[in-house]
């Protein structure tokens, strides 16, 4: 039975996502208790703002007490942290646990790296709490009208949430919330982590097909924005594509375009490049998010590439062929490219699950993506549908469904990227895509060579094609080495 003296969960963190998410709750039927930190002459006056503005005659009680904040929840209280990753989740952990009880849930919903929420989860289930790391993508629209949430961590706490973090999520076209159990520790974070990843991926694949109409075709911005309209009518579609229309088209008081005006120097806040070195870890190919997150670097060193273009002038691209053959060729390359980005990621979080014991459901993170979240797309579908199939592909490539795609994009593709470099017109991450789908095909690679190398210069071993795998060599190479070798082994 609800207590009706106590509300139903209470927030922490009262900028954009937790205003947002307050406010989502209570319009789902949920009594709120929020709390912020007063910082006095810096945060002063934060919850009186909220509770007597946007929160105003709703169900949300206002504390600047922590203890009293705990107290007003009801048990096994349910308490949702959105404040900056890092340091600063440890430091109000640490104030909430003399107010907490066995059983009470903690609730991260920040972009915290899923090795934290690993020993979060254990530092609170240590002292009889649970602790849950959940990633919430969809920016503040999201938040208010409904996000993409995975929640991993205590296991036991899934059961209470249920009913609160499915009512606040976006719902699917099936009408499935896109919200569902990850799995323990730092799962849900981690799959978080990935998903910013290919949000990287995602971006800077539209852009580059942007670059590519404005330049090689010479596209104005309202031509450009008609055409990714038409896009998101297909398998294109997706949350980004349609944003990346209404960006086009959008002028200044003055009239201009702000597009134009919006200086090339890309910034970044961490998700991307964790992504790289997660799968840097574990082993897996992650390079068209590794190409994106550098590019980003790359375009924020604006002084060096001004100072580098005198010398090395491009030439001036002259339209090559039909351009309604070249806008499908350049659709079909970003299509391609993009199922490159995912099946990149979905391998990484393949790997993920194997590696630490996770039994991650690819099926089910497919299906919470596809609404709510930034990199929500139509063929997301098809992703969870192939996933879910009886012969489990070893690679979202070799899915039957998405080998006839891939089969049918390829030449296109190869014709995108091979005009564009013809033209030094730089598309890095259609590229990489191109280069990673080759590679992934070729049954034979020239890492021979580079083993050969590796035991010249350091006794590093190496198989042999006519012997089982598992077993290895080292040679003498020089004729006046040892026999003594360094053994072999992957970092």
């Not at 961590?153 to 973090?165: C, H, K, V």
């Not at 210069?457 to 080495?481: I, L, M, Q, S």
Request: proline share 4%; hydrophobic share 40%.
């Amino acid at each position: 039975m609800k207590n009706l003296s106590k509300t139903d969960i209470g927030l922490i963190g009262l900028a954009v996502m937790g205003e947002n998410l307050a406010l989502n709750m209570e319009s789902k039927g949920w009594n709120v208790s929020v709390y912020n930190r007063t910082v006095p002459g810096v945060e002063e006056g934060v919850v009186e703002r909220f509770v007597n503005g946007r929160g105003k005659h709703k169900h949300i009680e206002g504390y600047t007490d922590l203890a009293a904040f705990t107290a007003s929840i009801a048990r096994p209280r349910k308490i949702m942290m959105m404040v900056r990753a890092g340091e600063a989740v440890d430091q109000l952990m640490e104030q909430l646990f003399p107010h907490l009880e066995a059983g009470d849930i903690l609730i991260d919903g920040g972009n915290s790296n899923y090795e934290d929420t690993n020993r979060r989860v254990a530092l609170a289930e240590q002292k009889g709490f649970r602790f849950v790391g959940a990633g919430v993508s969809g920016g503040e629209e999201g938040a208010l009208n409904g996000a993409a949430i995975m929640p991993g961590g205590s296991g036991t706490a899934w059961t209470d949430l249920i009913p609160i973090l499915q009512s606040i999520a976006a719902v699917a076209d099936d009408g499935v919330p896109c919200c569902n159990w990850i799995g323990p520790a730092g799962s849900g974070h981690f799959v978080k982590m990935i998903h910013n990843g290919i949000e990287y991926g995602d971006m800077q694949l539209i852009a580059e097909a942007y670059w590519l109409m404005k330049h090689l075709l010479r596209l104005g911005n309202e031509e450009m924005a008609a055409i990714f309209e038409t896009w998101n009518r297909g398998k294109l579609r997706s949350y980004l594509i349609e944003i990346t229309s209404y960006i086009l088209r959008h002028k200044e008081a003055n009239g201009q375009y702000l597009i134009d005006n919006i200086l090339d120097a890309a910034g970044q806040k961490g998700t991307g490049k964790w992504s790289v070195i997660n799968a840097m870890e574990l082993g897996t190919p992650l390079e068209l998010i590794a190409t994106a997150v550098f590019e980003r670097s790359l375009s924020a060193q604006k002084e060096l590439r001004m100072a580098a273009a005198p010398h090395f002038p491009h030439i001036q691209p002259a339209e090559n062929g039909d351009k309604e053959e070249l806008i499908e060729a350049i659709r079909a390359a970003l299509y391609a490219s993009k199922l490159v980005s995912y099946a990149q990621g979905f391998s990484t979080l393949d790997e993920a699950s194997r590696k630490f014991g996770w039994q991650l459901n690819l099926s089910s993170i497919a299906r919470i993506w596809r609404g709510g979240c930034i990199i929500r797309s139509a063929f997301l579908n098809d992703i969870a549908a192939a996933f879910e199939a009886a012969d489990k592909p070893q690679h979202l490539l070799l899915a039957p469904y998405f080998t006839e795609e891939i089969r049918q994009l390829l030449p296109a593709w190869k014709r995108v990227v091979a005009t564009a470099l013809q033209a030094e017109i730089s598309v890095p991450a259609f590229s990489s895509a191109l280069n990673y789908f080759y590679s992934l095909t070729s049954p034979r690679l020239p890492a021979n060579l580079l083993q050969a190398q590796r035991d010249y210069f350091g006794a590093h071993t190496f198989e042999r094609t006519d012997r089982p795998r598992g077993k290895f060599f080292h040679e003498n190479w020089t004729g006046h080495g040892g026999t003594t070798k360094a053994g072999s082994y992957n970092v």
